[in-house]
């Protein structure tokens, strides 16, 4: 009897909760999908660096866990309350408590099986779909052949079953201590609104709008763990702490009988919505944190893909690059290796000289965005205590300036098909990141370049801004091209060697290469990493840093690509899920409600408002109740977002508005935000049939 009357009980109740239901399929599958990046064996095969990818996912698939073991608790305590009164009839009745606590598990167990097996059936789909999309981006060809993997289905039941089994055991344990006054009068306890301290509380608005607009200014100096946690901290406060304010400064303007709550039907919103917020302060509070992490994580993800799509492809520009601290090298074992393995166009073997001075560097650091004041003094001088220990300890340029000869640089653009450069004996020319263009024009002015005899001084020729691999193989960021006269004045710094293949590169061409280095020489992924020894640099990239010894480029393009992904995919993963999560309370909310308000619409409709009118006030309902807390939302994380865009586009040179990034996502946010909008007001209307 128990069971049919939970399988009534969860077909009646169906309608109310449908938005949970879809967003707890929409979890599911979406858990099914990530949750395989643990076991496809092919894809964690392909590169050293593959944990990367399953440690991140892990990392956010624990944080959705928690978020929908939340959500759960949440919907599992939400509808006890709006039952209590029937589970108290059943209580007068003569049920006992323990029937009645087993009868509330089946209906949820059902409810969570109803969303769990079309979810999966979503989810082996979408699997295929996100693995088509990784394997594309890694130049791997993949076919469609959607089956059910025993190990993912488990561990997506795993812990699917134990956010519900845990919500349903604090859930039975709250009711072991309700008694059939209790279960009465549950419903009502969220209803009142207790009215305290209101003008003391309103004065929280305003000082949480001031804080939100100090993080425009404070974030940018945050340099420490401890600054960051601390600013953290205090930004969750406020959140909560908005919420106080806004219930209590509305309540006082209703109060004090403004003009405002007079115009339409304002008293009735501004009422209806500061009861709402006043008795959902954690709550909207929790799902503007939420919306934050949401619009945080899909606008990180927006930055690498854009950063994937513009620059990567472009960034070594020859198949095989090869450095070697060592003058007089050849690259013998090198050579062996490409051609055993590949069939070479042309190479060039060549070296990279200094003139022992660090003006170009000392310029770098003083004068680029990437280094602001940091190597500054008070009065503008470089502060070359700190540049002379930076330059021997971190290697984003070598220890001194880095040279190339005309005619090597030449043959090196004739390689790449860039057009040939010339330089008369009295001139030099710079070649510079793309990025950084912008910035070197005034460059020329801080260097004093002298000529083979060292009598006259050269001039700057042109500065230019072609890719040229200047990670750490033709300088880091910029190298100077001087006349052959003059490079023969100066000593050899590091040798290298630049390879154009004919045909498609082998995969494994960069590990045979990086083989050849000692195993004490490699850094975690395997490669033969940059030795940074004083005649090595990486350059001032700081987003996204990739120098290695070898350099084979269609092998490091789909590595990055991966990496990339690593971030990608569980920052899209993790702020889909806490979006749906938190759209799912705001529309059962709403919906579950919409009893309560279907009285208060009928007297509307009495006093004389036309449907039209009533449809309209509803939609404006709803949409204060949507909107604050995404708005509030957008706030904090467009003040922040827009500074770490400012920080990205510098540090990659990627070529985009500040605000492109954190649009993307706001457009996306609310194409789902209305889809859920949407679905609330159309069952909000039919819940409360307003008749003339």
């Not at 190990?151 to 201590?177: D, H, M, P, Q, V």
């Not at 990180?300 to 090869?322: C, G, H, R």
């Not at 395997?526 to 990486?538: E, V």
């Not at 759209?583 to 579950?592: A, D, F, K, M, N």
Request: a positive charge.
């Amino acid at each position: 009897m128990y069971s049919k009357l939970a399988f009534r009980n969860v077909l009646r109740s169906a309608k109310d909760y449908l938005v949970y239901m879809f967003t707890m399929a929409v979890v599911t599958a979406l858990m099914y999908a990530f949750s395989s990046l643990f076991f496809d064996n092919e894809l964690t095969g392909l590169f050293e660096i593959a944990r990367m990818m399953q440690m991140m996912t892990g990392m956010a698939t624990f944080l959705i866990v928690l978020i929908v073991a939340w959500l759960i608790n949440y919907m599992v305590r939400f509808m006890l309350e709006k039952r209590s009164s029937e589970f108290g009839i059943y209580m007068l009745l003569g049920m006992k408590k323990k029937a009645i606590a087993r009868l509330y598990m089946r209906e949820n167990i059902l409810l969570g099986v109803f969303a769990f097996l079309p979810g999966i059936a979503v989810g082996i789909l979408l699997q295929q779909v996100l693995m088509a999309i990784l394997k594309n981006m890694l130049h791997v060809e993949y076919r469609f052949h959607p089956t059910l993997n025993k190990y993912t289905f488990l561990i997506t039941l795993l812990f699917y079953a134990g956010s519900y089994l845990l919500a349903l055991f604090r859930c039975k344990r709250r009711f072991k201590k309700m008694n059939i006054h209790d279960l009465m009068n549950a419903k009502r306890q969220n209803e009142e609104t207790k009215e305290s301290h209101e003008g003391i509380k309103r004065v929280m608005f305003p000082i949480s709008i001031a804080v939100i607009v100090a993080i425009w200014t404070i974030f940018p100096r945050l340099s420490s763990v401890g600054a960051v946690c601390t600013f953290l901290i205090a930004l969750v406060l406020v959140i909560y702490l908005f919420y106080v304010g806004l219930s209590a400064w509305i309540m006082c303007y209703v109060r004090e009988k403004k003009k405002g709550i007079y115009r339409g039907q304002n008293l009735f919103l501004l009422r209806q919505f500061s009861s709402k917020v006043r008795t959902m302060q954690f709550t909207m509070g929790t799902l503007t944190a939420l919306f934050t992490i949401a619009l945080m994580g899909s606008s990180v993800a927006m930055m690498f893909s854009d950063y994937e799509n513009k620059i990567l492809d472009t960034k070594w520009p020859f198949d095989v690059q090869i450095y070697s601290p060592n003058v007089e090298d050849e690259f013998q074992d090198d050579l062996e290796i490409l051609i055993k393995n590949t069939e070479i166009k042309d190479s060039y073997i060549y070296r990279v000289y200094t003139n022992q001075t660090n003006q170009a560097n000392v310029w770098m650091y003083t004068n680029l965005q990437a280094f602001g004041n940091m190597y500054r003094e008070k009065d503008g001088r470089p502060n070359m205590k700190k540049i002379e220990k930076v330059l021997k300890t971190e290697g984003v340029y070598c220890t001194y300036d880095t040279y190339m000869g005309l005619s090597d640089y030449n043959y090196l653009r004739k390689m790449l098909g860039y057009k040939q450069i010339t330089l008369t004996e009295r001139q030099y020319a710079i070649q510079i990141k793309e990025r950084l263009s912008a910035e070197v024009g005034e460059m020329p002015k801080g260097l004093k370049i002298t000529d083979a005899t060292g009598d006259k001084e050269l001039i700057c020729g042109d500065i230019y801004e072609e890719p040229f691999s200047q990670d750490g193989h033709n300088g880091g960021d910029y190298i100077l091209i001087v006349p052959d006269k003059v490079i023969q004045t100066m000593k050899p710094y590091y040798s290298e060697m630049a390879v154009d293949l004919k045909g498609k590169t082998p995969a494994g061409l960069m590990k045979e290469l990086d083989d050849l280095v000692p195993k004490e020489e490699q850094d975690f992924a395997g490669h033969a990493d940059l030795p940074l020894d004083g005649n090595s640099c990486s350059g001032s990239d700081n987003i996204v840093n990739y120098s290695e010894t070898n350099l084979v480029r269609d092998n490091a393009i789909p590595e990055v690509k991966y990496m990339l992904a690593s971030l990608i995919v569980p920052a899209f993963y993790m702020g889909l899920v806490f979006l749906c999560a938190a759209l799912t309370v705001l529309s059962v909310q709403q919906l579950s409600d919409s009893a309560k308000y279907k009285f208060r619409y009928d007297v509307l409709a009495k006093i004389g408002l036309e449907r039209s009118e009533i449809y309209h006030l509803i939609a404006r309902q709803l949409a204060a109740y949507y909107l604050c807390p995404a708005l509030f939302a957008m706030l904090i994380s467009g003040s922040i977002m827009v500074r770490v865009s400012k920080i990205f586009i510098i540090g990659t040179g990627v070529h985009t508005s500040v605000l492109q990034y954190f649009g993307i996502s706001v457009l996306l946010f609310f194409g789902i935000y209305m889809i859920y909008f949407m679905e609330t007001y159309v069952g909000f209307k039919r819940n409360i049939e307003i008749k003339k």
